[in-house]
């Protein structure tokens, strides 16, 4: 079964009744963007917080996102979900705010990061990701992070977080492929600590 | 993106590697999802990576429970409930009424769409196996949407249930129980973090 998270319309709300309540508040209904808000506002904070792992940013970036959605809603074209233009919305104002910070941006170094450690047997590997995942993402970049939790927290499909993105698959795969090095090297590198 | 993006064109094993995040997560399309099972028959490598993915995808599953971001539905049943069964709270509840009606129509229509599909009138002398015999209780499930196929399947098997229809277009099903579990089994699919509503049909369709 395909795990279904904000990869679609979530909380009982079809992609139509979505784009539906989308069109309201194009029409600067108040009420509709107050329900739209409501929607997505436990997913957005999620996302930011596991994207730029700034809490004191989160409520600040999911305000920015939906003044931008109260603003912009009048340009969405149906070419994409509701879901996928809200979170694009949302990772752009998270870049921004993390610029704003002075974060780093993205670079190439990643392809360096490479774990010496001989692989640990498969449970042994679970254990590892069950106690120490979320320590192991902080080493990744928030693109990387990114890609990790439209992934997995939101069941998105790789076309629909480059949607998000705005950048082409292969960029998403190698995010994805980088993050995936980067991870197995801090869990090893905890490993060897031990 | 500043970093060097990488051309995924090469070999099959290549290929079917930076694909198996996608595999895990269920989003593939029906090619590359073939593509990818070819090559993990042959590959122990890539199998051990998907099961590594599978931790990794279940890590984020779990924070997603902590987190309570997506079973709204269930809490927001429980609001419903309680604003059946208290006098509202006017200021607190104000800004929130549409969406809660809207949410009970909602249910309403689930309930509604599943009682006319399973308890429409079949002929006395034709029983299907899915039938309720007249020992049995009807539940309408929704399930979290995380929640995988192996976790909905152990939890129906263990809560003696059968599903008898669904999943519906908001996701929901239907499952037969036998009358004298019917309490017990409610009871323990509504513990469960997984569920995220249990009315029952054949009362009417009262939790």
Request: charged share 25%; aromatic share 6%; with cysteine.
């Amino acid at each position: 079964m395909r795990s279904r998270r904000a990869g679609s319309a979530g909380d009982g709300v079809s992609v139509d009744e979505e784009a539906a309540l989308l069109a309201r508040v194009a029409a600067e209904e108040r009420d509709a963007f107050e329900a739209l808000y409501r929607l997505y506002s436990p997913r957005l904070q999620r996302f930011v917080r596991g994207m730029t792992r700034q809490t004191a940013l989160v409520e600040e970036i999911l305000d920015d996102t939906m003044m931008v959605v109260w603003r912009k809603a009048y340009t969405f074209n149906h070419q994409s979900k509701v879901s996928t233009w809200i979170f694009a919305i949302a990772y752009r104002q998270s870049l921004k705010a993390l610029k704003r910070l002075g974060a780093p941006e993205e670079t190439d170094l990643d392809e360096r990061t490479e774990s010496s450690a001989p692989g640990p047997d498969d449970t042994l590997q679970q254990q590892e990701v069950r106690k120490h995942l979320d320590d192991a993402l902080h080493t990744l970049s928030p693109e990387q992070r990114a890609v990790m939790e439209l992934t997995y927290y939101f069941g998105y499909a790789c076309r629909e977080i480059a949607e998000i993105m705005g950048c082409p698959v292969d960029t998403v795969k190698t995010r994805m492929f980088y993050a995936r090095r980067k991870l197995k090297a801090s869990l090893a590198s905890r490993r060897e600590a031990i | 993106m500043n970093g060097r993006v990488i051309k995924f064109e090469g070999p099959v094993h290549a290929q079917a590697d930076r694909l198996l995040p996608w595999y895990v997560n269920g989003t593939l399309d029906d090619d590359e999802r073939v593509q990818v099972e070819h090559h993990l028959a042959e590959c122990a490598p890539c199998r051990q990576e998907a099961a590594w993915l599978r931790a990794v995808q279940e890590q984020f599953a779990e924070q997603a429970d902590k987190d309570e971001v997506s079973p709204k539905l269930r809490r927001l049943h429980r609001r419903v409930a309680r604003l059946h069964g208290a006098p509202r709270a006017a200021s607190a509840w104000h800004g929130r009424e549409k969406t809660l009606a809207w949410l009970a129509a909602l249910q309403a229509a689930v309930i509604l769409g599943l009682s006319v599909i399973v308890l429409h009138p079949q002929h006395d002398s034709y029983r299907t196996l899915s039938a309720p015999g007249s020992q049995d209780a009807l539940l309408v499930v929704m399930f979290d949407p995380r929640t995988r196929e192996a976790q909905m399947r152990e939890l129906v098997r263990s809560s003696h249930a059968r599903i008898v229809g669904g999943p519906t277009e908001v996701g929901a099903y239907v499952l037969r129980v036998p009358e004298a579990r019917s309490a017990a089994t409610r009871k323990m699919l509504l513990g469960s973090p997984q569920v995220t509503l249990v009315e029952d049909l054949s009362a009417g369709g009262h939790p």
